[in-house]
Structures are given as C-alpha cells and as structure tokens.
C-alpha cells in the first residue's frame, strides 16, 4: 500500500499541489448491548478507505473514497486537487505551515490484553451478569451493558517525506440502571454515563472496572432516586467528582481553546470562543489551583497517539498554568500564523474526513486534598456526581450541566441524603475561579469521551479528560426551572 | 451513483453467498461534497464518497449485525464467515424474532439530473452569490453541501428496495463585529435552493444585532423563528415519540400521550411525502413510511414502533426503524412542523411587549421525566415592542418544560421554511409563546 500512496503523491506533486498528504485507514469496531441478561445487539464491522489531502497554492481541497483500485485512488487525488484548485481561486490569503520534521514512524497504542482476541463469550457473559444483578432490584425497569472494542490502522505520507504506520486500540464499557416508581424514572450509570468509560487499552481496562461489583449500587442508588427530593435553588459550595469534570473541561476548556474555533472555522456550527487571541497570556483563566494540559502522550488516554493526523508527533502543553491561559490547542497551519509549532491537535475521526483541531487528552492537573479533606471544608454543600446532562453558549462562556445525583455534605460529612435532578450553571471564568481545592494524584483518573462532536461534515472524535475531584465556592445548583 | 441494477446484482450475489442464513441487509452509499467558509474565505473544501453493507443475520432466535464497505464476492464471503461466528457467540432473544414481512416496491429515484455530477467550482458560485449580497458589511460563515444518497434494503426472504435522494443545503452567520444573524436552507437541487432571500436576512439580522443590551432572566412572550421552533420539536421527537421507552414507561409519553398538550392549530407530522421534505420512502427493515400525526388539532397521538419493538410489545412496526444495530428505537426523521394561519408580521406586530428568537444554540435534555429542555439563544435575539423589533438582545439561557410550552402556543405562522439540521432537514413556522422561561444571561 504504501508504494501506491506515494505514487499517488508523486502524482499530485507534478500536477502542481504545493503539498499533499494521504492517509489509507482500516477501522475494525466491535461492539455489544445487553438488556436486562439479553445479548440485543451484536455487531462486527470493518471500514476501510484513503483520504487525500492537497493545498494547491493557497487553496485545499480533501477527497476520499473507499475504493481500493489504483484508477478509483487516482480518481479521488484528481478531485482533492480540482477542490483545492476551486478553493485557490477564492483564497486571499497565504497559506503557511508551521514546521514540522519528516518521520518515519510507527505507533501502537499500550495494550495489555488484545480485545480482538478474548472471547465473546466472556464478553457476553460479563455483561449479562451485572445486568442481572441490577435487574434484582425490583425498582429497575431496564438494566443494560455496553461493550466497545476498535482498532484503528493508520498509514499516513505527505509530499514532506514522512511515512507513519499507527495501530491504536479504543476499549470501552459501562453499565446503567433505569429504576421506576409512582414519582417517576431516574437513571444511574458507572463509571460514567452515556456509554461508560472508554481508553487506548485493551482489555485488561474492562477488567479494572469491576462492573459486576459495581453493579447493586447503581441499581440501589437509582431506585432511591425516584423518590429523593430535589435541591432547592440556591448557591452551594460543591464537589464535582471526576467522571462530572470531565465533560466540565471539555466543554468549558477544551473546546474554546481550540485555535480554530477561535480564527472563526467553527462560528456558524458549534460557535467560537471566548478565548479570542488577545487573552493568551493575559486572562486569569481560574484560581491558581486551576492547571490544564493537553497531553496526548498519556499512557492510555482516550485522546492519545503517536502521530496526529498531520503527521505531527504527540506532545504535552499547557493550556492553563497557576490559573492564567498560556496556550491554544492547534495544527499547523493555525499555529503558523502564530509565528508557533503546532501542538499536534489535527485529528480525524476516518479516513473520509480531513483532520481539523480536535482535543487530545485536556486534564485538569491533580491537587494536594484528599476527598475527605475537601468535603471536609464544606459547610453546606453537594458532591455532583455523573453526567446526565449539558449545555453551553457559542462562546463557551454560559454553560449548565446536569448531573445524575447530588450526594448532601453537612458540617464537612457527607450526610447519607441523596437529592435527583441536580443541576448547575455558571460562566466559564467565574466558575474555574471559584475553584479552591483539588484532590491529589490518587485520585487521578483519565476519563474517556468518545462522542465529541465537531466540524462540518460532522465529526465524532474520541478524546481523553484527565481529573480529581475539585471543590468549587457559591455555585448556582438547582437552576432548571 | 452505481444505480439499482448494481444494487440488484449485489443481492443476486448475496442470495447466492448466503444460502441457509435468514438475513436482512442494508446498503448506505453516499457521495458528499461540502464547502465550508469563514471570515468570508474558504477554508475547507471536502468530497467523500463510501458505501457500507450492513447485514444482520438471524439463527435460533438469535441475531448479529456485520458491516463492511467492500462489497465484492471475497468481501461477502468475509462477511458471512464473520456472522456465522458470531451466531455461534449470541444468545437467544426473549422475544420472537422475525426477520420483517417481504416488501416489494419500485424502484424510488429522487435525485435531481444537475446532482448527479456536481463541481466544487457549483458549490464556490453559491458561496460568491453570498459574498455578492453581504457586500462588505459582514463577514460570512458557514458551508455549502450537496449530497447523492443510495439506499438499498434486501432480506432472504425476498425483501428488494431501491431508492435513491439528493439534496443540497447551506447554512450561513453573516457577523458584524460581535453581532450575527443566521439562516439555513435546504433543497433537492442548487436550482430550487432558495439562497438570496436568506442570506438577505443573515445580514440583515447581524446589522440589526449591534449594540445588544440586557435584560434579566425571567418569563417573557416570544416569537420564535422557523429554526429555534425546529430544535425544540426536534428534541421532542428524539425524547417521546419511541414507542419502545413509552412501553417501558421511562419516556414522558407514558404521561402525555392521548391528551390534550396544545392548542388546535398545532399539527405535527413525520411525513416523508411532504414537498419540502428529503423522500425517506422506506425504513431499513423496508417498512413503506407513510404521513402519521405525532400532534393532531393539539392532541398527542401517537408514537411509533421500530421492528424489535413491535415484535417485543406486540405492535404494528410504523416505519420508523433506522438502526439495524438498535431494533427498538424509533424516530421521526421527517419532521414537519404544520403551518397555522396568522402571517409572521402581524405575530410581530401583535406582540407589545416580548423577544424575539431567530435561533437556539446547543440545546440539550435537563430532565428526560417532564422533558425539560435547555439551551442559548444566538445570531438574531431582539427586543419586541409595541409590536416592532426595537433592539438587540444579548444571549439568553433557556429552561422549557417542552408540554407547558405547547400550552403557551398563541399563534402559529402561516409561514413555514424548511430548515438543515445536522440530520434531514426540519419544515417549522414561526410560533409564538407566552411564559417563555429564560434563566440566565450571558453578561
């Protein structure tokens, strides 16, 4: 294959493309849904295909095909540089790369365990017995298990001479319990909603999670739900737990600091950001508790690789330091005109669509608290646990997140109350600055989210949320009425 | 495009490669062009053209669901090879499955001529229209996109459906500093694709929106736009109208469904017939999709019923089934909004007091129970008063119980546009509402 692709650059080149790149993937996705002990679904599917991407003097045009013949493959080049050419005549601007050396490299996500290579069987039978075990509580109407296993093979070349080979693995899985009763449904989910958890490690990742132990509390935790009060509208001291962080920074820093966003690429789709170019260095993001890195170098990271899609290599910046912005997510045309290097953030999530900024694993750096400690410094207040629910402006700067359930701290304990329907909201800055405690690195966790949403064609990327539990002062709860 | 006889060649292979295994099949192929601009400028211009087969076999009651996108005789060899290994692994339904009743039907083509071979060079005419008409008083974001879709649903017992549609569609904020106006469009060619008008508004709205001011957070009458109507019944759709959760009673149609959720004029349809509408004419499981009423004169009638589901719950399937992987959830994917009969200017100008809504951002569910829904206002949110539009808004947060927003319906435009979502495009009016819950603003 390899060959054939950098015949097919060769080709572009001497049509006249300034630079071009092509990356001929193979994705293999197994995935499994078991309701209440019955295997419902079962699916296996291979998706294999080219993406080219060529800039014709300042113009890019990108084609892809799942068509593996070398006419269909010339074919598809021929269309990437007739786009870019189309693009060209409209540019008004120069194009600039930043830097970025020739590798010839290869990438194999840490797995352990093959998931490919354990048995359905064992899959199956995991699944089924911790739906079993929720279904034994007579309040759950609905107990169900997911399992999702890919392997994605990537080859990419560009004109610059660089030859990547990258083998990642994605292993996720997670367990939810729907329980009703005359005041209604509520939903639980570990260890995190919407399909569990999710990491480049193999099965040994599944292993860890220890869903069957797990399974009687979150049956036991939404039947008690349905009939727990809510919290009445009000400003509390809150700790929001790691899984409920995640989507916190993902949405609340994550996706402003993308560079592009910030240019405008974004603006008529998912919005731009408040993070707009004269803050980099100036605003106080949060309180100097507040440290944020993208880091795609993290063992197992949902948001990790070798290389991204640009050819780049995986590295560590930061984003937020002691509470000021210090940096951009970025690829390298956007870091170009930065006078930067790129950070490595181009990201495609197939073969079909050309790499746009996207996230990598975004983490909210560890503390020095212990959880008890930091419950231990609330008066009256709540820990949020679990996604249910979110929400932010097209600035990212007004957000509302909604979570599964609110554990109730008094006099610095947790009292035993639960309340359902939680809700918080706040503006981005003002909320990262009331943050005045995180937990320590034992409590670390890298959460996976596989579904971030970006880009026009859509595109659905995995990446990766580093958190502890942190502790926030006066936040708004209860606000969705 | 490869065309029914390709299509029905594949299924000749498929009888001849699967003999002994029940099976439903489902080809997508698509070839899909989108030019994307910001700040005025191109800046991404992508095409892609795939093609998957998914197949879902079926032995001893047990099922399993294997997609590939090589589509020659080693690829449906692989394919089968992997389902009969699967079959071995699964485990029995506790239903009765049944593969769905054979369906015939023509071949449905609705692709127009002009799409068939289309150019980036089209797509770049359209976004030079849109430069043309913002002049240089905004800049302009957003994208142009046309797109050629196959469809083909076959099963071993006889099941052989060919359709095909095309449609394009753009979308465009045309920014004036920080202010913007937005608007979308969506049609079965770029000769129908109504642009000027549109883009007209875009730029009238972002020169409208300079100077926002404040107001607080509370319950205001509004006027809502053809789009920011279409996400909130968009939500709706995805939330109660699935005849699976109904049964299981965790979906607010186990308490809304067969009463009285608003006024009269409120009509709300999936109806792939509908002219302003993409033809969804089959579902996957090859099930005829017909005009059925979610809203009927204000009444919740009714919710529908994917394969699984009607199996499990001894149900009428409704056409609605679009995931071979997920046999039980339903959506309506042809969303129609029905028209009312007062004209968008006197909703307007009969409004003394209230805000005026062109479009929600990121709307998302706060409680799946009462179908609380969230989300912003932005490109276009203004002062009403006295029947005018007389400032802009800044950005507002809202939190709506969806069935006490239907009560608050007033009037409904006679109106109705046919907006692009991220899925198949949305036919809404104008509405307006009163008690309009916002709870907070971005300062």
Redesign the interface.
């Known amino acids: 294959m390899q060959e054939k692709l950098e015949r097919l650059l060769s080709f572009l080149t001497s049509k006249g493309a300034r630079y071009a790149d092509v990356r001929y993937e193979e994705h293999t996705r197994q ?1 499994l ?1 078991v309701e ?1 002990g ?12 080219t ?1 080219i991407r060529v800039l014709y003097e300042n ?9 593996r013949g070398d006419a269909a493959l010339e074919r ?1 080049a021929l ?2 540089l ?6 060209n ?5 120069e194009v600039q790369l930043s830097l970025e050396p020739a590798h010839k490299a290869a990438f194999k996500s840490w797995v352990m365990k093959d998931p490919f290579l354990i ?3 064992e899959k ?1 039978d995991l699944l ?1 017995a911790a739906t079993l075990k929720m279904k034994e509580n007579s309040r759950v ?2 107990a169900t298990g997911s399992m999702s296993f890919r392997r994605i093979d990537k080859l990419f070349l560009s004109t610059e001479g660089s030859v990547i080979n990258q083998e990642i693995y994605i292993t996720g899985a997670g367990i939810e319990a ?1 329980a ?1 009763g005359e005041a ?3 939903r639980r989910s570990y260890p995190a909603s919407f399909g569990g958890d999710h990491a480049t490690r193999g099965w040994e990742f599944i292993e860890e999670m220890k869903l069957l132990e797990h399974a009687p509390k979150v049956a036991e935790e939404a039947a008690m739900l349905v009939d727990a009060p809510e919290i009445e509208p009000g400003e509390y001291d809150v700790i929001i737990s790691g899984n409920q962080l995640a989507l916190q920074i993902h949405e609340s820093c994550g996706h402003p600091s993308e560079l592009d966003r910030v ?3 974004e ?5 731009g950001s408040f993070l707009t170019l004269d803050k980099l260095g100036k605003l106080k993001y949060g309180s100097e508790h507040v440290n944020i890195t993208a880091d795609a170098t993290i063992i197992g990271g949902l948001g990790s690789f070798g290389f991204d899609d640009e050819g780049v290599k995986a590295q560590k910046s930061y984003i937020v330091r002691n509470g000021l912005f210090v940096g951009y997510l970025m690829d390298r045309q956007t870091a170009a005109e930065l006078g930067l290097r790129s950070n490595g953030a181009a990201r495609a999530d197939s073969w ?3 790499p ?1 900024i996207r996230m990598t694993n975004i983490n909210l750096l560890p503390g020095n608290y212990t959880l008890e400690e930091l419950i231990a410094g609330v008066d009256y207040g709540f820990l949020l646990d679990t996604n ?8 990212r ?2 957000f ?1 997140f ?1 979570t599964e359930i609110a554990y109730e701290i008094k006099g610095g304990k947790l009292t035993g109350k639960i309340f359902k ?1 939680p ?1 918080y ?1 706040d ?1 981005t800055p003002n909320f990262w600055n009331k943050c005045d405690g995180i937990a320590n690195e034992s409590y670390w966790h890298v959460w996976g989210v596989p579904n971030c949403g970006k880009g ?3 595109q659905v990327m995995h990446v990766g949320h580093g958190t502890s539990p942190a502790r926030f002062r006066k936040v708004k709860v209860g ?3 | 495009m490869r065309g029914e006889a390709f299509y029905r060649n594949l299924f000749r292979l498929m009888n001849e490669h699967f003999i002994g295994l029940k099976f439903l099949a489902v080809v997508w192929e698509q070839d899909q062009a989108l030019t994307r601009f910001a700040n005025s400028r191109i800046h991404q211009n992508v095409a892609e053209r795939k093609a998957s087969l998914s197949v879902l076999a079926t032995k001893d009651n047990k099922i399993a669901l294997a997609t590939s996108n090589d589509l020659t005789v080693p690829g449906l060899k692989a394919l089968r090879e992997r389902l009969e290994t699967m079959l071995r692994f699964a485990t029995p339904l506790d239903y009765e499955f049944r593969l769905p009743e054979v369906s015939m039907g023509y071949p449905v083509e609705n692709v127009a001529e002009s799409l068939k071979k289309v150019f980036a060079e089209q797509r770049a005419i359209i976004f030079d229209r849109m430069l043309k008409i913002a002049a240089n008083d905004v800049l302009l974001f957003g994208y142009v996109s046309d797109n050629v879709t196959e469809n083909v649903v076959m099963s071993s017992n006889g099941t052989f459906l060919y359709q095909s549609f095309g449609g394009v569609s753009f979308n465009v904020v045309a920014m004036n500093e920080s202010a913007s106006g937005y608007a979308s469009g969506v049609a079965k060619s770029y000769e129908e694709l109504s642009v000027d008008e549109k883009v007209e508004r875009a730029v009238r709205f972002a020169k409208m929106s300079r100077n926002p001011v404040e107001i607080d957070p509370g319950s205001y009458t509004v006027v809502l736009g053809p789009e920011a109507v279409s996400d909130l019944f968009m939500y709706f759709g995805w939330l109660c109208t699935n005849g699976y959760t109904h049964e299981l009673k965790i979906s607010p149609s186990a308490k809304y469904l067969g009463t009285k959720i608003g006024p009269n004029e409120l009509n709300v349809y999936d109806d792939p017939t509908h002219p302003m509408q993409l033809p969804f004419v089959y579902d996957l499981c090859g099930k005829k999709r017909e005009k059925t009423a979610i809203i009927e004169n204000g009444v919740f009638k009714n919710v529908f019923y994917a394969h699984g589901a009607a199996l499990r719950f001894n149900k009428k399937p409704t056409g609605h089934t679009f995931s071979l992987d997920d046999l039980d959830s339903a959506v309506p994917v042809n969303l129609v909004v029905d028209a009312g009969t007062m004209p968008v200017e006197e909703m307007i100008k009969g409004t003394k007091s209230g805000i005026y809504v062109n479009r929600f951002h990121y709307m998302n569910i706060v409680d799946p129970q009462e179908a609380i829904f969230t989300g912003m206002t932005r490109d276009g949110t203004f002062i009403i008063e006295n029947g005018q539009l007389t400032k802009a808004l800044k950005n507002m947060r809202f939190n709506v119980k969806f069935f006490e927003f239907t009560q608050n319906i007033e009037a409904i435009s006679k109106e109705v546009e046919s907006v692009a979502s991220e899925y198949f495009p949305q036919v809404a009016p104008y509405m307006k509402v009163q008690s309009f819950n916002f709870t907070s603003k971005t300062a």
Do not use: C, Y
């Not at chain 1, 603006?267 to 919005?271: E, V, W």
């Not at chain 1, 249910?388 to 600035?395: A, F, G, P, T, Y």
């Open positions: 995935e849904f209440n019955v295997l419902k679904s079962f699916t296996h599917s291979v998706d294999v295909g993406g113009g890019w045009g990108f084609a892809a095909t799942d068509e598809t269309k990437a007739e786009i870019a050419m189309a693009s005549k409209r540019s008004n601007k048995s359905d069987d199956i089924k109407v609905r729907d009703l209604g449904f509520q240019m405008g690429s603006l008529s789709f998912a919005g079909s669509h050309p746009i249910k629910s979110w929400s932010i402006d097209d600035l700067l007004n509302q909604a329907n809700v909201h503006i026009q064609p859509m606000v969705k009425r």
